[in-house]
């Protein structure tokens, strides 16, 4: 057997920049195998290149449009084939910022196929090989604006349908680590604020005067939490209590919300 497949092996994708990148070149650097997918095969080809150069690396190179189904099941076939994957990092996406009665048709159903449909189905494809051997983990890159619903679009971009994709990332996460509880496989869903990269400048956002962590800085997190057990990390949150206060304040709405009678103030009569 070569030693390439004595290594453990990890699919990122959205690697050809960014968040993705900097999990590749950590997780080669850690003595992993990459699998490297995104749209771009010139960035991939010359990320897997350099990741060679660097060390004893299999970098394979996987181009695909996560939007498109063919595309996407030639992904799934790679992780559900015969060489294990040790590691799923779901970082693909893009903003489509845009206010919602305005936004085209076709990028919902883009950012919807990428943020929901490809992470859903890539895991979907990836878990049943790990659970078979008690082992593994899946990063699904979130956002922070999965928690920010309730604020205003301004100073935040108008982002209806990506931060609703990014809650939906948490609450899926969250779910499945509970359904593999005692599996020995581990889910992550990671929460950077504005990271130093090309996905705002890409839409034509100036974002060179905010505070920005770099992409090197959320991989550093993200695994550390992945080893620590931690179903969301939140790159920049120094008081992991609010976490624990925010969980127990939904499962307190959740159990006292779910009875037969209707709240009082939605009684006729009740003004």
Do not use: W
């Amino acid at each position: 057997m070569s030693r390439s497949r004595t290594r453990p092996r990890a699919l990122v994708t959205g690697a050809s920049s960014g968040i993705g990148a900097a999990y590749a070149e950590r997780l080669a650097r850690a003595g992993y195998d990459v699998v490297l997918v995104a749209r771009r095969r010139d960035r991939l080809e010359e990320l897997a290149g350099r990741l060679r150069r660097e060390g004893d690396v299999d970098a394979e190179v996987l181009d695909a449009d996560l939007t498109d189904a063919g595309a996407l099941a030639r992904v799934e076939a790679r992780l559900a084939g015969d060489a294990p994957f040790a590691l799923l990092v779901n970082n693909a996406g893009f903003g489509g910022y845009r206010p919602f009665v305005e936004v085209d048709p076709n990028v919902v159903d883009d950012l919807i196929g990428v943020h929901i449909r490809a992470v859903s189905r890539l895991t979907r494809a990836a878990l049943p090989g790990m659970v078979r051997r008690g082992e593994g983990g899946v990063i699904n890159v979130a956002s922070l604006l999965a928690y920010s619903g309730s604020m205003p679009p301004t100073p935040l971009p108008h982002r209806a349908v990506y931060a609703g994709a990014k809650a939906f990332l948490v609450t899926f996460t969250q779910a499945l680590a509970g359904e593999l509880s005692g599996t020995g496989v581990r889910v992550q869903v990671c929460l950077p604020g504005v990271v130093a990269t090309e996905f705002h400048t890409v839409q034509g956002m100036d974002m060179s005067k905010r505070p920005r962590m770099t992409a090197d800085d959320v991989v550093t997190a993200s695994l550390a939490a992945l080893e620590r057990g931690e179903v969301i990390c939140i790159p920049g949150l120094d008081d992991p209590s609010m976490l624990e206060q925010l969980a127990a304040l939904q499962r307190a709405i959740f159990e006292s919300a779910n009875r037969q009678a209707v709240a009082r103030r939605y009684q006729p009569g009740t003004g």
